[in-house]
């Protein structure tokens, strides 16, 4: 398997933009997470997605922030408008079901590196 | 809820000496503890896990850690370093009954390995 597939890998754009950040989980896993990694906050849970469906989005900072799986084998996080304190590295992450794996492995992607200018 | 505390945000060592890496948590309930190590511009990668069993885990690169219940932590330690080690280490923790794969993180601690 290739992994956690992660897009763009690294994304300049000026404040006010759109930004997609794209994500294709482990084939067969059945979680997927989004996550955000600052120097000063470490890394946070934004939201994750059970077979697809949203199930705990509390750590989404504000209403620019969304994210979709509408496929085992898609999800995007999306941020409109950006802004500067969004720059930050995003990772997605999939594991498969506890039932089956006997524990929540996670598996990372690279990351995607955001610059907000 | 739970929540992990990593003591020390940096850590240099010299090549071939021992590291310890330490890291505690808090929980009202049992869970299960990890170990991810973040190379420089790459993504996390599972380094050990401890679910139940033996308190000593050994993991990937010679690593290995202890999980002890009663001062409630999981320090992570290897007897002789590389140059190839430096990078982030991430202490984590999930609840073992809850619903779901959620993942807490500590803050991370730097490892920067001297020749």
């Known amino acids: 398997d290739a992994g956690v597939i992660q897009s763009p890998r690294h994304e300049v754009t000026e404040m006010g933009q759109e930004v997609t950040l794209r994500c294709k989980p482990i084939?067969?896993?059945?979680?997927l997470f989004w996550y955000r990694q600052t120097m000063m906050r470490g890394l946070e849970l934004l939201i994750y997605?059970?077979?697809?469906?949203?199930?705990?989005d509390s750590g989404m900072p504000e209403d620019r922030f969304s994210a979709k799986m509408p496929n085992a084998s898609f999800s995007t996080l999306k941020i409109q408008p950006s802004e500067p304190r969004d720059s930050a590295v995003y990772f997605c992450a999939s594991s498969p079901d506890r039932a089956r794996s006997g524990a929540n492995v996670l598996t990372f992607g690279a990351g995607s590196r955001l610059t907000v200018l | 809820a739970q929540s992990v505390t990593q003591l020390d945000s940096q850590v240099p060592v010299f090549e071939e000496a021992p590291v310890e890496l330490r890291c505690n948590y808090s929980?009202?309930?049992?869970?299960?503890l990890f170990w991810y190590v973040q190379y420089p511009n790459q993504g996390l990668q599972l380094l050990l896990k401890y679910l139940s069993g033996s308190t000593l885990v050994k993991g990937i690169n010679g690593f290995e850690a202890e999980f002890n219940k009663s001062q409630t932590s999981f320090h992570l330690r290897k007897p002789s370093v590389h140059i190839s080690d430096t990078a982030e280490y991430f202490c984590a923790v999930s609840m073992i009954k809850a619903a779901g794969n959620k993942l807490t993180f500590g803050g991370g601690t730097r490892v920067l390995v001297k020749p």
């Open positions: 997605f059970n077979n697809n469906v949203p199930i705990d």
């Open positions: 929980s009202s309930v049992s869970v299960y």
């Open positions: 084939s067969g896993h059945d979680y």
